[in-house]
Nanobody, 119 residues
Framework: QVQLVESGGGPVQTGGSLRLSCKAS????????MGWFRQAPGKEREFVAAISWTGGSPNYADSVKGRFTMSRDNAKNTVYLQMNSLKPDDTAVYYC????????????WGKGTRVTVPS
């Protein structure tokens, strides 16, 4: 079992930045693919970014490419999502996930952290 706790969300003005953190406990994350997903009000959850357990370059949704950066620190059992140039469309609850594969079909999920970018 892996427990995931997200933090770092909050209100931010358009164009501002936030850094989300996802702290894992229970097991080391260095054997898991880690991902960030988000769910906006009235919409389905969508993929934001993911990085494989081997490291390497993360994958990003087109909507966040060039603005968001995902990183992992296996020593701290934590992944991060640096979000820059935030837009009102980025308003959502952001969830962290851990899975044995990049498909994220049977993942461990955190409870989310809310990001609000007023229009």
């Amino acid at each position: 079992q892996v427990q995931l706790v997200e933090s770092g969300g909050g209100p931010v003005q358009t164009g501002g930045s936030l850094r989300l953190s996802c702290k894992a406990s229970g097991r080391a994350i260095n054997v898991y693919a880690m991902g960030w997903f988000r769910q906006a009000p009235g919409k389905e959850r969508e993929f934001v970014a993911a990085i494989s357990w081997t490291g390497g370059s993360p994958n990003y949704a087109d909507s966040v490419k060039g603005r968001f950066t995902m990183s992992r620190d296996n020593a701290k059992n934590t992944v991060y999502l640096q979000m820059n140039s935030l837009k009102p469309d980025d308003t959502a609850v952001y969830y962290c996930a851990a899975d044995s594969s990049m498909s994220f079909q049977a993942s461990y999920w955190g409870k989310g952290t809310r990001v609000t970018v007023p229009s």
